[in-house]
């Protein structure tokens, strides 16, 4: 059973009560995934010794971390595990390459010549080593975290949503090099998240938690569809969309683009007529609106025809599926404007897109670069 | 002669009681300071009220109990006593011990503060780098908490210079032991003696308005640093 990583773990923090037992080979990824106050959190602190439990039993490879009948416990600076926090955490005193130095001298022994080198390179901060901490964007602070929890050579990784706090802009700049590390490093990995995607890019096996007790755990290609049916992410459900840029207005620094038939203008710099470009939209910002007639069209109003409908993990909204010419639309709506509007299956409305994003090219010529 | 040994006895005798008090004090009050900010003890609430209680009592109060519990037969006086140290009571190490409590509140405020502004997921962050509580409080805790250290190094040393009454209650007005600026100015103005008393007085004058000039240059620098 060496190669595996097991971990039996029950807690009580005040009404909330943990109790969960999975294991997994090393060197796989598996991706806690549940709603928020699900546990996931506390479970991942609780594995690194942040957390006190009532009983653990916490084996990693060849390593026993905890063992609550022998009254084992390692202090979390004794566990070698990797830990990447929602919000990077990065210390403030330190520059970037003083924050990664910080990993290395309490771990020279053991890491090999080379590694420092190569997690700079694996996370491309070769150029951001002199930076202070104030001058990182959100996704860099991200990338230098991950590299300095690398630097202690952990024989686990944790990451608690590393990609949860930061913008969609720095997500897609981040989520690639998460996935190539996971597929170059071999490493043992725990990955928190609510995002599907990121559970299916990185996922081998997937832990569903819900009220501090595991619903589902099994390989990805048996939970993913599971999830996809039963389950909404709020926050993240999100519509991903390519549109063509047919006017440009510099002066405001607005684009019309095109996309289904439908032409919309938004705000993106750095565009030029023709080019194909990559949107986002969340299913809060899709805005259903009702009493639209002919005679009061608004401009960027799409028309839509709704193909579903799905209770949400909130019981105040709906998730309504909708399709615009052959793409489809996620839209979070209240149940009030639900029952108002009478929503059916076929029927056809207007929708709004209050707010959509530019996504960037995702691969960074850095990644290319090997 | 204004500037005679005298004057400069009790200048020189008030800047090393200050300067040894400081010392005393960032030893005693950053434990105190460290676990104020981190504890979730219920005794928390008590402890904090005790060490803030300085900054209200008069310091004859203070002083009056600290003479009775350094006394002959106070537990400190036995004490003291058995390891053959004699009395604190009008002695230098006396009036170092007293300093320490009147300006206790004065270290370990400005040093709480700081440290509660520390997240204790900056911490966190440390340990899972493999550093223990110890090496975390000097590699982050500390350089992150210069400023107040300062203030605390400046605070302690400028209110030990300004104390009066718990130096004449435990140190007594004894030249050359522990007689300070503040006492010696009032034994000057007793004897009518007004050019030695406004010596010493036009040094404390300047002195405490440069304090708090570098304390207000500081405070500027503060806001200035981008976390």
């Known amino acids: 059973m060496k190669d595996f990583n097991l971990f039996q773990i029950t807690l009580s923090k005040g009404d909330f009560k943990l109790s969960v037992e999975f294991e997994f080979k090393a060197g796989e990824c598996v991706v806690l995934w549940g709603p928020s106050g699900s546990g996931k959190t506390t479970l991942l602190r609780a594995i690194a010794g942040l957390e006190k439990t009532q009983s653990s039993y916490i084996k990693v490879a060849d390593e026993v971390w905890a063992d609550s009948e022998n009254s084992l416990s390692l202090p979390a600076w004794r566990r070698s595990l990797g830990f990447v926090f929602q919000d990077a955490n990065l210390f403030p005193h330190l520059d970037v390459e003083g924050n990664l130095n910080y990993s290395v001298v309490r771990n020279k022994n053991i890491l090999d010549f080379g590694v420092w080198s190569r997690t700079v390179e694996l996370l491309a901060l070769e150029n951001l080593l002199k930076r202070t901490i104030g001058q990182l964007s959100g996704g860099e602070r991200q990338r230098v975290a991950i590299a300095r929890a690398l630097l202690t050579n952990p024989k686990l990784l944790l990451l608690d949503e ?3 706090a930061i913008d969609l802009d720095a997500k897609a700049e981040v989520l690639p090099f998460i996935e190539r590390l996971r597929s170059e490093l071999n490493m043992s990995m725990i990955y928190v998240t609510h995002s599907k995607t990121e559970m299916n890019k990185l996922a081998n ?12 755990k099994g390989p990805l290609n048996t939970i993913y569809p599971v999830v996809q049916n039963n389950y909404q992410e709020d926050v993240s459900l999100s519509t991903y969309f390519e549109a063509k840029v047919c006017q440009l207005d510099n002066r405001l620094g607005l684009i019309q683009i095109e996309f289904a038939g439908n032409t919309i203008w938004t705000k993106a710099e750095n565009s030029y007529l023709g080019q194909l470009v990559k949107f986002c939209v969340f299913a809060e910002d899709v805005i259903l609106c009702s009493g639209v007639t002919n005679s009061n069209l608004a401009p960027d109003l799409l028309r839509a025809k709704i193909t579903h409908f799905s209770k949400s993990s909130h019981p105040a909204d709906r998730l309504i599926e909708l399709m615009v010419g052959d793409i489809q639309f996620l839209s979070l709506v209240c149940i009030k404007l639900f029952e108002q509007m009478k929503i059916t299956i076929g029927m056809d409305c207007w929708i709004q897109l209050h707010k959509i994003q530019k996504i960037h090219p995702i691969t960074t010529e850095q990644l290319k670069k090997n | 002669m204004v500037w005679d040994s005298i004057v400069l006895n009790a200048l020189w005798l008030t800047f090393e009681l200050a300067g040894l008090t400081t010392v005393c004090l960032l030893l005693v009050a950053t434990p105190i300071a460290w676990w104020l900010s981190r504890t979730q003890n219920k005794w928390r609430h008590p402890i904090k009220a005790l060490v803030t209680l300085p900054l209200v009592l008069p310091p004859t109060v203070l002083g009056f109990y600290l003479l009775i ?5 106070g537990p400190i006086g036995v004490l003291t006593q ?10 230098f190490s006396g009036l170092l011990v007293a300093s320490v409590f009147y300006s206790l509140p004065f270290a370990v405020q400005p040093l ?12 966190e962050s440390a340990y899972t780098l493999r550093a223990s509580p110890w090496d975390t409080f000097f590699s982050v805790v500390l350089p992150l908490s210069k400023q107040g250290f300062f203030l605390a190094t400046v605070l302690s040393f400028a209110h030990t210079v300004g104390e009066f009454g718990i130096v004449l209650m435990i140190g007594g007005n ?8 503040s006492t010696q100015i009032y034994s000057f103005v007793e004897s009518m003696d007004y050019s030695r008393a406004n010596a010493l007085a036009s040094v404390l004058l300047v002195f405490s308005f440069f304090v708090l000039l570098a304390m207000s240059w500081l405070g500027k620098d503060n806001k200035s640093i981008v976390r």
Request: hydrophobic share 40%; proline share 10%.
């Open chain 2, 174 to 181: 004894i030249p050359g032991k522990t007689q300070v600026v």
């Open chain 2, 82 to 91: 058995a390891i053959g140290i004699g009395t604190l009571p009008f002695t």
């Open chain 2, 69 to 73: 519990l350094m006394g002959p037969n």
């Open chain 2, 112 to 123: 709480q503060n700081t440290f509660e502004a520390i997240p204790s997921s900056t911490l």
């Open chain 1, 205 to 216: 096996g997937v832990v569903i938690l819900n009220g501090g007790q595991i619903k589902q």
């Open chain 1, 162 to 164: 590393p990609l949860s």
